[in-house]
C-alpha cells in the first residue's frame, strides 16, 4: 500500500463525503428546527438528478443549466412538499412527522415511477468533466474538482446568510427554541419554509453531482443516500451546520476506506459499516462531534 | 373460583369457533389466488400486532421489523429444506447439517426464537437511544441484516437466497399464529406489565420515578415483538418457499407500519383491522394498476392515503380503543378499559 495509494482513497472518500455534506446540510436545519427526520430529503435528491438529466442531454445549454435549473426547482419542490404535507403537522408528535416523511419519500418515488420509468437511465456527462486528471500519480477528474468547489462555495454562502440575514436569525431562534421564537414575534412557518428552501436546492445540487459520479440514475437512488446523510448528520451533531459537513466529509471518507483497505469481501458490507459507525457514536458521543446537549425533562 | 362460562370466554369461544368455520370454507372452496391472499392476511396480522408491543405501546419506534423477519424467515428455511434441495444448495455447510429437515412447526418457533436471541443484545445497545435516533439505528439494523444475507454466501447463498422449501404456510398455520399473536399481545397489553408498557410510553420520566424498570419494560417489549416478528418472517418464507434478500426490504417495514398506523398503534383489534384492510386494499389497487398500465400508482395512492391519515386522523381509525365483541350486545355498556393515551 502506498502513499499514493492512501491519497487516492482520500480524494475520493472526500468527492463522495462533500455530497454527503451537500445532503445533510438540509437535513440538519430541518431537524435542528423541527425535529423531523426527513426520509424525503434523498428523493429531492433523485427528483434533481432527473431534472439535470434533462439537461445533460440537451447538448446546446451550457453545463451550468444542469446544475442551476434543479436546484432552483428543488428549491421549489422543497416548498411545496412542507407546505402540503409538513405544515399541516405543526405541533404533532414527532412520529406523526416522520411517517409522514416516508409517505413523501413513497410518493416522489412511485410518481417518478408512473411519470418517466422504473428503469433506470444513464447519466452521461460531456467528455471534458470526466477526463481523469493525474497529478503526481493521484487521479481524479474535473468532476471532483467541481464538486469540492460548489460545496465549499456553496457552504460560505449559506453560512452567511445564516448568520448574518434576517431569515437566518430566524432560523436560528427557532431552531434553539420553537416556542420562544414565536413568542417573540418571529415568523416561525416562514423560518421553516426557508429552511427547507435552503436545504432543498442543496439537494437539487447534490443530485447532480451524485448522478455525474456514478453516472446512472432510478427512481429509487435517493432513499439510502437521504439516510446515509442523516447518519452524517448525526455524526457530526444534528442541529450544527458545520456538523453536517464535518459528518458528512467523515462518513465519505470513513466509507471508501473501509472500502478501499479492507479485503473486497467486505465491501459488500459497506451499508453495515456506516450504521455500525453511527451507533458508536451515539453510543459514545450521543451529541455528535458539534452537538449541545439536550436532556430528556419530564 | 369463577364459573369459566363468563360473557366474555363464550364470547372468545364463538368467536374462534365462527373464524375455523369461516376458514373452513375459504380452505375448501377459494382457489390458490384467493388463499395466499388469506395467507398474507395471517401473517400480516401477526407482523402488525406485535409490531405494535414497540411502536404502538412502549413507544419506541422501530423500522426493523423485516430484519427479524428475515432472521425467522432465514433460520426456519435453513431448518426445513427438504434433503434434496439441502444437498443442492448448501454443499458447503458441514455435513450434520445435511442430514435433518426439521418440521416445519418446530422450526417456525426456533425462528421466533433465534429473532428474540438476536433482539437481546441489540435491544441492549439499541435502546439506549429514544425517538428519532432509534428509528435511525433500527432501520441501520434492517441494512446490516440485509447485508449479512447478500454476502454470506456458504450460509444464505447471496442474492440467490433459499429455494425450493416446501410449502408449508397453510391458511390454518397462518390463522393459528394470528390468533395466538392477538391472544399474547392483548394478554400482555391487559396485564400490569402493559399498564408500565403504556406508563413508559405516556412518559417516561415519570414512569421511573413511580418505580417502573423504563429500560427492562422497554427491552422485554422489543424482545417479544421481535419473537413474533421472526414467526411471521418463518412463515412469509414457507410461503414464498423461496426466501432472497430482497423479500424483507426496508418495503416490507414500511407496510407493516402503515397497516398499523392505518388501524391505531395503540390498539390491539386496531393493528388487527390495519393488516386486513392493508392487505387487501394494495391487491386491489394492483389490480386495477396492471390493469390500466399505469406502474407505481397503488404505491402513490397507498403513500397519499398516509399522509392524509396523517394529517386528519392521526390516531388511525381506531385511536387506542379497542373493539369488545363481548359488550356489544349488553344493554348498559361496560366501561371499557381506557388509558389516557396522547394523541397519536
Redesign the interface.
Known sequence: MTINYIMQQLVNGLALGSIYALLAIGLTMV?GIL?L?NFAHGDLMMLGAYVSSIFISATILPILFAVVIPTLLMALMGLIVERT?YR??RG?????????S???S??L??????VL??QPRAFRLPGDLTQTMNVGGIRFTQLDVLTFLLVIALMVLLTLYINRSKTGMAMRASSENLRAARLIGINVNWAIGAAFVLGSALAGTAGFLWASRYGIIDPFMG?LPG?KA??AA?IGGIGSIRGAVAGGVILGVAEIGFVGFLPP?FS?????F???L??IV??VR?NGLFGKSEV??? | MKSFLTRKNVVLLGGIVLLVVLLGVADATLNNYYLRILQLMGIYIVLTASLNLTNGFTGD?SLGHAAFMAIGGYVSALLTMPLAARALQLADLPAWFQEFAMPFPLATVLGGLLAALVALPVGL??L??????L???T???L??VK??A??WEPVTRGARGLSGLDSATTLWWAFGWAVVTVFVVWRLVHSPFGRSMIAVRD????AASRGIYVFQIRLIAFIMSAFFGGVGGALLAHQLTAITPPTYS?DLT?LI?IML?IGGSGSVTGSVIGAIIMTIVPVILRDLERRFE????S??I???A??AF??FR?QGLMGSREMHPSTWFMKKPATPVSVDA???
Do not use: C, K, W
Not at chain 1, 404533532?92 to 409522514?100: W, Y
Not at chain 1, 459488500?268 to 453495515?272: I, M, Q, S
Not at chain 2, 439506549?128 to 435516533?133: A, I, Q, S
Not at chain 2, 412518559?203 to 415519570?206: E, F, I, P
Open positions: 431537524y425535529r427526520i404535507a399541516p403537522l404533532a408528535p414527532e412520529v406523526a412527522m416522520l411517517i409522514t416516508l409517505g413523501v413513497r410518493l418515488q412511485n410518481s417518478t415511477v408512473l420509468s422504473p432513499f439516510v442523516f447518519v448525526v469481501e459488500g458490507y459497506r451499508d453495515a456506516v450504521f455500525s453511527l451507533l451515539l453510543l450521543p430528556e425533562r419530564a | 419506534f445497545v439499541v439506549r437511544l429514544r425517538g428519532h435516533y428509528a435511525v439505528m432501520l441501520g439494523l441494512i446490516v447485508s449479512l447478500s454476502n412518559d417516561s420520566v415519570a426496508f414500511f407500519v398506523v399505469l406502474p407505481g400508482v404505491q402513490i397507498i403513500a397519499a398516509l399522509i396523517m394529517i392521526r396522547p394523541q397519536q
